[in-house]
Structures are given as C-alpha cells and as structure tokens.
C-alpha cells in the first residue's frame, strides 16, 4: 500500500549517473539540463539532484542512489526523473526491485528519452530496453575482459590495488616485492600454518599497528582470503572467480578451470609452495570441524506477493522440523509474522513459485500469445514513435520561430543604430529558449531511435524469456517474472496472478489486465487445474 505523501504533487527530483569508462557518456551536467527542461515542459517543481560519478548501472550499491531510495520513503517528493533508464540501473533485478520500492513510495519514475506512459504495453516495453541495457552492460563487460585475459597470459597486473606484500613496477606492468608488507605476510602464514587461530592473529597485527593494503585493520575475511590466495607462492592467476552471486550479491563462485590465467612462476613468491599447501590443509581441516556455511535461499517472488486477506506483503521464511530434522520453506503475511493481526493461511515456496512459471509458459508464452503479444506492443511502439514525430515537427517549429526573433532583432540593432544593451535581456531570455528547443529536438530524436523495436525484435526476447523460464534459469526467472507479472495475490481459497498485458474486457475495445487464477489447495498440491479470465 502507498504511502501518505505530504509533498505538494508536481514535485519532482533528478537522478543522474556516469559511468568510469571511457564510453561517450553524457555528463552529469547535460543530463541535469535535460531533466531540468523535461520538468518545466511537463510543469514538474525540481527540488533536488542526486548525482553519482564513475559509478556503474549495474551496482545498485551507490550512494547518492540509495540516498534517494530512502528519501523516497519521506514524502519530500512524487518523481524521480531520469535523462534514461539504463542510468537508473542496467541490472533488470535491481530495476525492478528499486521502481517497485519507489511505487510503494508512492514516488513515479520518469525517464526523459524513454516516453513511457504506464500503460501495459510501456511496461513491457519499458522491460525489454531494461533488457537491452543489461545487454549492452555485459557485452561491453565481455569486450574489456578480452584485453584483461592477453594482459594475464603476459602475467601483467589487470589494475585495481595489488594484494598485500606487492606494488606494481609502472613500466613492466608487473608485480614486484613490497618487502615490509612482505613480513607481515609471512607473519600470518607461519602463525596460522603453526596453529594460531583468527582472532589471535588480528590482535597482534592490530598490537604492532600493522593494516591491510586498504589502510584499514585486519579482519576474519581479508586475511581468510590473504591465505587462499595462490598468489603468494608464485602462481599469477586472474578470472577465476565470480565476483558476484545468482543475486547480484559480492559472493565469489568459482569458474570453470577452463576459464581461468594460472601461470606457476608468474610473480614473485613471498612464501613457499609447502607453506603454502600446509596452510591449505588447515583451513580445510578447520572449515570442516566449524561446518558449512549456509546457502543463501532466492525467493523468485519477493515483492510481488500480497496477502489477500490484509493486503500486506508476502515474505519468504524457513522453519524446520524440530522432530524430523525437514526443511520447509513458504512465503507467509508479513503482518501475521510480525504483528499477528493476518489469520491467511501462508503457501509453499516450490508450489507457488512453480504455478507462477507454469502460468507464464502456458498463457503468456505459447506460440499464439507470443504473436499476438508482439503484435500489440509492435502496434503501441508505431504510436509512440508517431506522437514523437509530431512532437518533432512541432519542437522544429518552435525553434525556427525563435531563430527568427534573434535574426530580427539583431537586424533591428544594425538598421537602427540602437545600443545592444538595450535587447540583451531579451536575446539572453531567446537564447535560452533556443538552448531549451535545441536540447528537445535532440531528446525526441534520441526517443524514436530507442523506441525503435520491430515486431520481430519482440518475438526473439520473448522466445529468449520463454526458454529460461523453461530452463528454471533461476537469477533469470527472477528477472522475467518481474518484467511480466504486476502481482501475485493469496486470498483465503484462491492464487490470482495479474500480468502486464491487457485484454480486451467489453465490446469497445477497452483493455483490462489479463489475470489467472487457482484454488490455494491446487496450488500447494500442484494441481494442474486453472481457471484463466480477465479481471474487470
């Protein structure tokens, strides 16, 4: 449920990002301009920017962004505009998740080159560029990973900071042997190979005032992964670690040995290779006594479900079997879980997750709704693109009338003899003008080239999202079922599943969302039985 907002409704805020590539970026400056024309156009009251520089789309974790995410939650303002949505995110998961927590807000996204309107078919459109966004992201993250892997084949340093104990020579590119930190490295390895726990460790670095390369004291993680790391025995290594989880989350996976640069003698060694593998052993051994380390569970519909009894979110919790030792995992109201005020009765994470991914295979994507969907948001894209032009044409008119004013009066100066102080005012208020004009054009024209999805662009994405989902591609599926699916609702004796489509719903042609629905029992039992209808 929104939020009480005490903000006036025009009130607005920009958000604006740059990436630390070298990509030909606008600036920070021109996507403020931009978003500050597009407020005055749509007489929107700008109240404040939040602004982050040489951050990535694809991390959500930057400052000014989740400045604005909490402050969202304040009722200090109603829109968040953006010049366009990949610098909102180019992560698909974190958009959805951060729109959906701004929409609870009761804030609106608006994207200044992205003429969304939300309706069902701009929300799916709006989607697929989130898609082409990520894409982009990661082929360009392919594309620079290429020349990181010739520079590891050469053992050269790939940047960010070296491990502890090295520096980097700056004219072979090559790590060399920074002796002081050397000591200390060598210091924890023999502590630890010899039986020294942690905690002993940490207190004698922090006793001699020893810090880690960041400058910072020493932890249980930063010197677990000091010890692991083979490259104090000699061994260069590069892209052998996911750096981030099925969630998005700082989680280093392995991958395959196929994939990774490992080359014995690359650099120098600070400590010996038997050493190194005595260590090894140790944490082996003691990882094994201190037992495995949980698995982080990915709820695909954590946001989307709502009790239909309080209208309160969903939330995922486990509880086990104190007599069996069972694992049982479910989405439960949140309002019963924490303020016992909801008696709805909670539903297995397995059945309805399955209902929802079965749903969108047999109603969303069989062969005749893929045509016909793609027909509709084929349809709605001609009509943006048309109500562009015309927006065009007009913005050009404008724009040759004020060109036409400034000729005048600068005609009027040299006829008249007239001082130029005299119409300053007036040509710096034209000139402006013209600026704000020139800046439209170039933003409608940048519109129509993103709107510019063909029908069979759609099929292929959609045929993309249809095969994941069949694979239970599980980060994928996530990111589908939020590009799809408005909500998820559990009543007392039903699942209703509303989409992003709309159907036709009377005889004038109007359009109500597309819904589904299952007994609550069928679905905790798998049933196959569904009772499709659109929701009026």
Same mark, same amino acid.
């Given at each position: 449920?929104?939020?009480?907002?005490?903000?006036?409704?025009?009130?607005?805020?920009?958000?604006?990002?740059?990436?630390?590539?070298?990509?030909?970026?606008? *600036?920070?400056?021109?996507?403020?301009?931009?978003?500050?024309?597009?407020?005055?156009?749509?007489?929107?009251?700008?109240?404040?920017?939040?602004?982050?520089?040489?951050?990535?789309?694809?991390?959500?974790?930057?400052?000014?962004?989740?400045?604005?995410?909490?402050?969202?939650?304040?009722?200090?303002?109603?829109?968040?505009?953006? #010049?366009?949505?990949?610098?909102?995110?180019? =992560? @698909?998961?974190?958009?959805?998740?951060?729109? %959906?927590?701004?929409?609870?807000?009761?804030?609106?996204? %608006?994207?200044?080159?992205?003429?969304?309107? !939300?309706?069902?078919?701009?929300?799916?459109?709006?989607?697929?560029?989130?898609?082409?966004?990520?894409?982009?992201?990661?082929? +360009?993250?392919?594309?620079?990973?290429?020349?990181?892997? &010739?520079? !590891?084949?050469?053992?050269?340093?790939? $940047?960010?900071?070296?491990?502890?104990?090295? =520096?980097?020579?700056?004219?072979? @590119?090559?790590?060399?042997?920074?002796?002081?930190?050397?000591?200390?490295?060598?210091?924890?390895?023999?502590?630890?190979?010899?039986?020294?726990?942690?905690?002993?460790?940490?207190? #004698?670095?922090?006793?001699?005032?020893?810090?880690?390369?960041?400058?910072?004291?020493?932890?249980?993680?930063?010197?677990?992964?000091?010890?692991?790391?083979?490259?104090?025995?000699?061994?260069?290594?590069?892209?052998?670690?996911?750096?981030?989880?099925?969630?998005?989350?700082?989680?280093?996976?392995?991958?395959?040995?196929?994939?990774?640069?490992?080359? &014995? !003698?690359?650099?120098?060694?600070?400590? =010996?290779?038997?050493?190194?593998? %005595?260590?090894?052993?140790?944490?082996?051994?003691?990882?094994?006594?201190? $037992?495995?380390?949980?698995?982080?569970?990915?709820?695909?519909?954590?946001?989307? +479900?709502?009790? !239909?009894?309080?209208?309160?979110?969903?939330? $995922?919790?486990?509880?086990?079997?104190?007599?069996?030792?069972?694992?049982?995992?479910?989405?439960?109201?949140?309002?019963?879980?924490?303020?016992?005020?909801?008696?709805?009765?909670?539903?297995?994470?397995?059945?309805? &997750?399955?209902?929802?991914?079965?749903?969108?295979?047999?109603?969303?994507?069989?062969?005749? *709704?893929?045509?016909? +969907?793609? *027909?509709?948001?084929?349809?709605?894209?001609?009509?943006?693109?048309?109500?562009?032009?015309?927006?065009?044409?007009?913005?050009? #008119?404008?724009?040759?009338?004020?060109?036409?004013?400034?000729? @005048?009066?600068?005609?009027?100066?040299?006829?008249?003899?007239?001082?130029?102080?005299?119409?300053?005012?007036?040509?710096?208020? +034209?000139?402006? @003008?013209?600026?704000?004009?020139?800046?439209?054009?170039?933003?409608?024209?940048?519109?129509?080239?993103?709107? *510019?999805?063909?029908?069979?662009?759609?099929?292929?994405?959609?045929?993309?999202?249809?095969?994941?989902?069949?694979?239970?591609?599980?980060?994928?599926?996530?990111?589908?079922?939020?590009?799809?699916?408005?909500?998820?609702?559990?009543?007392?004796?039903?699942?209703?599943?509303?989409?992003?489509? $709309?159907?036709?719903?009377?005889?004038?042609?109007?359009?109500?969302?597309?819904?589904?629905? %299952?007994?609550?029992?069928?679905?905790?039992?798998?049933?196959?039985?569904?009772?499709?209808?659109?929701?009026?």
């Amino acid at each position: 449920m929104a939020k009480k907002l005490t903000a006036p409704e025009n009130t607005a805020v920009i958000y604006a990002r740059y990436s630390s590539s070298n990509q030909r970026e606008e *600036s920070i400056e021109a996507q403020v301009r931009a978003c500050q024309d597009y407020a005055q156009r749509g007489g929107l009251k700008v109240i404040g920017v939040y602004a982050d520089s040489a951050k990535t789309g694809t991390n959500a974790e930057r400052e000014q962004f989740q400045k604005m995410i909490d402050d969202s939650s304040k009722g200090q303002f109603r829109y968040v505009i953006i #010049h366009k949505l990949d610098r909102f995110s180019r =992560d @698909r998961y974190d958009s959805v998740t951060f729109k %959906r927590k701004l929409k609870i807000n009761g804030v609106t996204l %608006r994207s200044v080159l992205e003429n969304l309107d !939300g309706s069902p078919e701009s929300l799916i459109l709006e989607s697929m560029l989130e898609g082409m966004a990520a894409y982009y992201s990661q082929n +360009l993250s392919r594309e620079c990973l290429k020349g990181q892997l &010739e520079n !590891g084949y050469k053992c050269v340093h790939n $940047g960010g900071i070296p491990p502890l104990g090295y =520096d980097v020579d700056m004219e072979t @590119r090559k790590c060399v042997v920074n002796e002081k930190e050397a000591e200390i490295v060598r210091y924890i390895f023999s502590q630890y190979a010899d039986g020294v726990g942690y905690n002993r460790i940490i207190a #004698h670095l922090n006793d001699m005032g020893w810090l880690s390369k960041r400058g910072k004291i020493f932890g249980k993680n930063s010197l677990h992964d000091l010890l692991k790391n083979p490259k104090y025995m000699g061994i260069y290594t590069f892209n052998m670690r996911l750096e981030k989880d099925v969630t998005g989350s700082r989680n280093p996976q392995f991958k395959p040995k196929d994939e990774w640069v490992y080359v &014995e !003698g690359g650099m120098p060694a600070i400590v =010996d290779k038997e050493m190194f593998e %005595r260590v090894q052993v140790k944490i082996a051994h003691n990882k094994k006594i201190a $037992g495995c380390f949980k698995t982080k569970r990915i709820y695909l519909l954590a946001g989307l +479900l709502k009790c !239909g009894e309080c209208g309160a979110s969903m939330w $995922g919790k486990s509880h086990t079997d104190g007599r069996h030792g069972l694992l049982y995992l479910n989405y439960e109201c949140c309002m019963k879980t924490n303020k016992q005020t909801c008696r709805s009765k909670g539903v297995k994470k397995e059945s309805i &997750e399955n209902y929802v991914l079965d749903e969108l295979q047999s109603t969303l994507f069989s062969e005749n *709704s893929i045509k016909k +969907l793609a *027909s509709m948001l084929s349809d709605y894209s001609a009509k943006t693109r048309n109500k562009s032009q015309m927006e065009l044409e007009g913005a050009i #008119h404008e724009l040759d009338e004020i060109k036409t004013k400034i000729d @005048r009066i600068i005609q009027l100066v040299a006829d008249s003899g007239i001082s130029i102080d005299t119409v300053k005012g007036e040509l710096k208020r +034209l000139e402006e @003008r013209k600026m704000s004009a020139e800046n439209y054009i170039q933003e409608i024209q940048m519109r129509e080239n993103t709107a *510019s999805i063909s029908e069979e662009m759609i099929i292929g994405m959609i045929n993309k999202s249809k095969e994941l989902v069949k694979a239970h591609n599980i980060l994928e599926c996530r990111n589908i079922i939020g590009n799809y699916v408005e909500s998820v609702t559990v009543h007392r004796e039903k699942v209703e599943i509303k989409f992003k489509i $709309g159907v036709p719903c009377n005889d004038n042609g109007a359009l109500c969302p597309l819904s589904v629905e %299952r007994d609550l029992e069928d679905v905790n039992l798998n049933s196959r039985k569904i009772t499709s209808h659109a929701s009026k």
